[in-house]
């Protein structure tokens, strides 16, 4: 049989069969404990992250072996100047990591990879980040979302035999699943693969296609119609680039990170054997949520570079610009600031490491962990890179040829706001963390009642699990009465003589893991079928864990760095001011639960779309082009130049 030259028409998918296809994407079940899901249900459990794990000898040798070269290279190969003034990263530098084996840091070495852990891979990416993050995008896009990820979860023996070592070797890959019109939303993808004999044949358009202008190897999601014999849904495949009917149509240019190989993929009739499809078909949104919750942690591990980089130009800046006979670093106003660098930037490195450990040792589920790190790393990132322009003051928002032009030091913290705020949108935008982690927080409320408030649900299973819930609540909810954060003295073991006290932050977090939980069951009592629609509340929640998950992560590192010698009563401090920052905001966002304006705001949205605010837009000009708000992308072949351009200066 031989597919059909047209394409099926766009999916008209509903908010309801939107849900369903994300909820069929979840991983169900939790066969390992989490300390975050245990959190957001009011249960404190220290013991799943004290005391702090660590690597195995062999895997601090070789990690810190490949950091010590990457160093070097960082230092005398990579200009980061030049990426950012050309937009490309030069073809020679991609050459130099091929040869350092970068590209296989995460592969095993059996076929041919550095077999780093994801402590040094992430220890790895903030290195190179701080000296292009552009570069750090180019090589966490291909290991940590592209084709050997979720060959190593998902693939056959034979695929990793054919596909890991090319990868390990250098072979640059990228993730394919945005479309023009479908972004957090995959229900609605339109990219189809229709069975054809042993082959599938792939046409689509993809957009926002990291490492695809350059790559050799792609994952693709796309649609595989139901037949007989094809059960269908959204499946993933290795693509080669340079098969025929791939074209790269256009390179896309950003606010930051000019050097990033993102462009925009159409496939017409692509030939794609069924022996590389990864997994059975309909599994493909599963292998990529399940491929994201390690590979999310490259990001935060960039956000702790930058957050190293602030805090240094921070300290030497505010050391030498004098200000009314002081340095400026001697007024509160700025001090203030550095205080928040220096505190965020060591909470930020431990929820990276904890995280990254954790995912190493594989005895705890990380998926909320992982999802947790990447939201509030992107968020505290763009903060610290924020108050750094500020503190840089004029000198901050000019860029760093104009500086050096000038015959001052350039220092590109205006670039670093730049390339940080995508951080916010990549990998899930700040919004969709929310409701991906709200989901999961709330997961054994609506395993027990979620029948309740379904209304697919007939009376006699609403009465069934209302009989299965009121069971559950009148065990947990005594529960979440009182515990150890009431108890004077608990946790003392964060109390040694000498530094500051960090057994009361641990208290605090134990009381406001229970008032969190409490806050949750309220919520869900009063609103029920509701809930869902509560995305600012929803929110709120999340935030709030997050402050606690770091706050324990800042304070198991402490007592970590302080058992390691040399930097305890250093750390115990930088802990200690950051736990007091978190207290701070999440008592606001405590306050914030039930005091805000979540209601008249949607009442001003109504009126915003309604155009009854036309009048306030008026007495400007609009400079916006014009075009479609998003391209039409129609099925068939390209009619553009295709710019893909592979890097293999050895070919």
């Known amino acids: 049989m031989t597919a059909p030259l047209e394409k099926e028409p766009r999916p008209k998918v509903g908010e309801r069969e939107s849900r369903q296809v994300a909820e069929a994407a979840r991983e169900r079940d939790w066969r390992k404990p989490s300390f975050a899901k245990e959190l957001f249900l009011g249960r404190f459990r220290l013991d799943l992250i004290h005391p702090h794990p660590l690597p195995a000898v062999d895997d601090r040798r070789r990690g810190e072996e490949f950091l010590t070269r990457l160093r070097a290279f960082c230092e005398t190969r990579i200009d980061g100047?030049?990426?950012?003034?050309?937009a490309k990263i030069p073809d020679e530098v991609i050459e130099g990591l091929r040869e350092l084996g970068a590209f296989g840091m995460k592969t095993d070495v059996a076929y041919g990879g550095l077999g780093l852990t994801q402590v040094y891979y992430n220890k790895a990416l903030a290195l190179v980040g701080s000296a292009s993050p552009a570069i750090g995008a180019l090589l966490s896009a291909h290991q940590s979302i592209g084709v050997p990820q979720p060959l190593k979860l998902f693939g056959t023996q034979e695929q990793k035999d054919t596909f890991?070592?090319?990868?390990?070797?250098?072979?640059?890959?990228?993730?394919?699943?945005?479309?023009p019109d479908v972004g957090s939303d995959p229900a609605r993808l339109a990219t189809t693969a229709v069975p054809d004999g042993d082959d599938y044949l792939l046409d689509g358009v993809k957009l926002w296609t990291t490492n695809g202008v350059?790559?050799?190897?792609?994952?693709?999601?796309?649609?595989?119609?139901r037949s007989e014999g094809h059960r269908g849904g959204i499946t993933a495949f290795v693509v080669e680039a340079a098969s025929e009917g791939v074209t790269v149509e256009h390179r896309n240019a950003f606010m930051g990170l000019r050097g990033l190989e993102n462009g925009v993929t159409r496939f017409h009739r692509v030939r794609v054997p069924a022996a590389h499809r990864i997994g059975p078909e309909g599994?493909?949104?599963?292998?990529?949520?399940t491929t994201l919750n390690t590979g999310r942690l490259s990001l935060p591990a960039m956000c702790v570079g930058a957050g190293k980089w602030c805090l240094k130009i921070?300290?030497?800046?505010?050391?030498?610009?004098?200000?009314?006979g002081k340095p400026v670093a001697r007024h509160e106003a700025v001090g203030t600031k550095i205080s928040f660098i220096a505190a965020t930037t060591f909470a930020l490195e431990a929820v990276l490491d904890l995280c990254s450990q954790m995912a190493d040792e594989d005895r705890n589920d990380i998926r909320i962990e992982a999802a947790i790190a990447k939201l509030y790393g992107s968020e505290m990132a763009w903060r610290m890179a924020d108050e750094l322009v500020q503190i840089r003051g004029g000198r901050g928002y000019e860029t760093a040829d104009s500086l050096a032009a000038r015959g001052e030091r350039a220092v590109p913290a205006e670039q670093m706001l730049r390339d940080l705020r995508i951080n916010r949108i990549f990998e899930g935008s700040t919004e969709i963390m929310h409701l991906l982690i709200a989901r999961e927080a709330v997961d054994a409320h609506l395993t027990v009642a979620g029948d309740l408030i379904d209304p697919d649900k007939n009376l006699g299973d609403k009465a069934r699990a209302g009989a299965a819930a009121g069971a559950y609540y009148a065990r947990w909810l005594p529960k979440l009465v009182t515990g150890a954060g009431r108890v004077p003295g608990a946790y003392g073991e964060f109390h040694p003589s000498g530094h500051a006290d960090l057994s009361v932050h641990l208290r605090y977090v134990e009381r406001a893991s229970r008032k969190l939980a409490r806050s949750t069951f309220y919520a869900m009592s009063r609103w029920q079928g509701r809930m869902e629609g509560k995305q600012a509340f929803l929110g709120r929640i999340v935030d709030i864990g997050a402050e606690l998950f770091a706050m324990s992560a800042a304070c198991v590192r402490a007592e970590l760095l302080r058992g390691g010698g040399g930097r305890g009563r250093e750390a115990y401090q930088l802990a200690d001011v950051f736990c007091r920052q978190a207290r701070l905001r999440a008592d606001e966002l405590f306050d914030r639960l039930w005091s805000n304006t979540d209601d008249i705001d949607r009442r001003v949205v109504?009126?915003?779309?309604?155009?009854?605010?036309?009048?306030l837009e008026e007495g400007i000009v609009d400079p916006s082009g014009d075009g479609p708000w998003i391209a039409e992308t129609e099925p068939g072949p390209s009619v553009l130049p295709n710019v893909h351009r592979p890097v293999h200066p050895d070919r």
């Open 214 to 225: 350059v790559a050799d190897l792609l994952v693709v999601m796309a649609r595989v119609p």
């Open 164 to 179: 890991l070592p090319r990868l390990a070797r250098g072979d640059i890959s990228a993730f394919l699943l945005t479309e």
């Open 81 to 86: 100047a030049r990426v950012e003034r050309e």
């Open 606 to 615: 109504d009126g915003v779309l309604a155009g009854r605010y036309t009048w």
């Open 314 to 324: 921070a300290r030497e800046w505010t050391a030498v610009r004098e200000q009314w």
């Open 283 to 289: 599994a493909g949104l599963k292998i990529a949520l």
